[in-house]
């Protein structure tokens, strides 16, 4: 066996999407799971004593919570060095999930990180410094951009990836997305949680409200246009349990994000070829976890048809779109290749 090949066998790729509320991670072999974007400690020497270690990862830290000082280090979907307090709590995520990733001794990790659009080099030089600690090769690239690859749409396309801290969108015309290409907007999930919770407080001042509530309903109920039933929703008030109707207050925070998103969608329409627009408009394609708000896809089809017919979609699998397409990417594309992508760390 060549010494090419050896090393061919030991490589471990992942495809990994960084987000602020959760993280989503593929392996090469097989290897799938999604944890949430946070890091706990204790917040004194009890909380200390019931976690029986220095900190937590994920899901697991979330449910501890009333003990924990939990931190989100990715802010509006990119690292942000603020303290070095920060960038520990940073690496002890990236950390976590690469080792969630079960590599082995020997394994050679390249890994393909998506990050919003328009993350700036110094988020980026940033990342690549923490991700060079924990893998051998790491590339990173635009959100949409992975969506798009991993559905093969890679030409005459629209993504927009609607994630917790940024709505992305990317405008694909069969080369690697330039800046003037890409809409990063920072009114996205937790934006519409923040709306949310404001809205139902406006109706029902009594009730006992924080954004962890109102994200609950959101997920139960989200949708824009007109609804397909009434969003009732048992809240507490004074420690009593109440059910409110909160139908009207959902559809006014989900739709408060679309003006912004349409007008992009718009922008980087007009940016193609004009031969090409009536074909794009025809490839309009939503994903992240606000693709899964009901009637989204008609919405903008309807918002869109002074520009023509147009056919708006979802991805069908919101969670995993974005780390499958990165995968695939660093599966089909040799790690010597990825500095044509953009920024790399590693040999």
């Known amino acids: 066996m060549s010494e090419g090949e050896g090393q061919a066998k030991n490589r471990l790729f992942l495809g990994i999407d960084l987000g602020t509320s959760h993280t989503a991670v593929m392996s090469s072999r097989g290897k799938k799971f999604l944890l949430k974007s946070v890091v706990g400690y204790p917040k004194d ?29 990715l802010q509006d979907g990119v690292l942000s060095e603020i303290s070095d307090r920060d960038i520990e709590v940073a690496r002890h995520l990236l950390t976590h999930v690469v080792k969630s990733a079960e590599p082995a001794a020997d394994d050679e990790i390249c890994a393909v990180i998506g990050v ?4 700036s080099a110094a988020n980026k030089a940033l990342l690549l410094k923490m991700a060079q600690e924990v893998v051998h090769t790491a590339l990173v690239v635009s959100e949409p951009f992975m969506v798009g690859y991993g559905l093969d749409k890679l030409i005459n396309t629209i993504i927009i990836d609607i994630g917790a801290g940024t709505t992305d969108i990317c405008a694909l015309k069969g080369t690697v997305p330039g800046p003037e290409d890409q809409v990063t907007l920072t009114k ?3 934006y519409v949680d923040e709306r949310l919770q404001n809205a139902i407080l406006e ?12 994200c609950a309903v959101k997920e139960q109920f989200s949708f824009v246009g007109s609804p397909a039933e009434v969003a009732s929703f048992e809240f507490r008030a004074a420690g009593k349990p ?7 207050p ?18 980087l329409l007009r940016s193609f070829q004009p031969e090409y627009q009536a074909t794009v408009l025809q490839n309009i394609v939503f994903a992240g976890g606000g693709s899964r708000i009901r009637g989204l896809a008609a919405y903008v089809k309807d918002k869109l048809r002074p520009f023509g017919e147009a056919d708006v979609t979802c991805v069908k699998d919101p969670t995993f779109d974005g780390c499958r397409g990165a995968l695939r990417l660093a599966e089909e594309l040799p790690p010597q290749y990825w500095r044509q992508l953009g920024e790399v760390s590693g040999p």
Do not use: W
């Not at 020497?45 to 280090?73: C, H, N, T, W």
């Not at 919003?116 to 993350?119: L, S």
């Not at 109440?242 to 009207?248: L, S």
């Not at 959902?250 to 922008?267: G, K, N, Q, Y």
């Open 45 to 73: 020497v009890i909380g200390l004593k019931l976690l029986g270690r220095p900190y937590v990862v994920g899901d697991q830290a979330f449910e501890m919570r009333s003990y924990l000082d939990l931190r989100y280090p």
């Open 116 to 119: 919003p659009a328009r993350a």
């Open 188 to 190: 996205a999930g937790n």
């Open 203 to 214: 109706r029902h001042p009594e009730l006992q409200m924080n954004v962890n509530v109102a």
């Open 242 to 248: 109440v059910r409110c109707d909160v139908t009207e």
């Open 250 to 267: 959902v559809r006014i925070a989900c739709e408060a994000l679309l003006p912004d998103i349409i007008e992009s969608i718009e922008t």
